[in-house]
């Protein structure tokens, strides 16, 4: 397979979606846990919130896969860990799969 630049846009495409979906994760998740910390302290039913910051690793793991997706480095963890959140998000799945059809692109290590 040669190097065009569809490749090129499809990398850039998948590594923004997926530091976009990271972020957005993580600060879901921080509101989240701030919100019902704050609703533990005053004993209410605000508390609960607290069980929705689950996607704190997700988001990160999905930020570190677009990171690497961007530096076109590490394609075998970049792959593995937008897999991963598609568990989570399914908003990753197109990046997944924008990642598998250029692996060639990637300095693998």
Same mark, same amino acid.
């Given at each position: 397979m040669e190097h065009t630049e569809k490749h090129d846009t499809a990398i850039?495409?998948?590594?923004i979606w997926l530091l976009v979906v990271g972020a957005a994760a993580i600060t879901w998740s921080l509101v989240c846990l701030g919100y019902g910390l704050n609703?533990?302290?005053?004993?209410?039913?605000?508390?609960l919130a607290i069980f929705l910051t689950p996607p704190l690793v997700p988001g990160?793991?999905?930020l570190l896969a677009g990171v690497w997706t961007l530096k076109q480095?590490?394609?075998?963890?970049?792959?593995? *860990?937008s897999g991963v959140s598609i568990l989570l998000f399914g908003?990753?799945?197109?990046?997944?799969?924008?990642?598998?059809a250029t692996k060639k692109? *990637?300095?693998i290590q």
């Open positions: 850039k495409v998948s590594g609703g533990i302290v005053r004993n209410t039913w605000d508390g990160v793991l999905c480095t590490h394609w075998k963890l970049a792959i593995w *860990f908003l990753t799945l197109i990046p997944t799969l924008l990642l598998a692109e *990637f300095v």
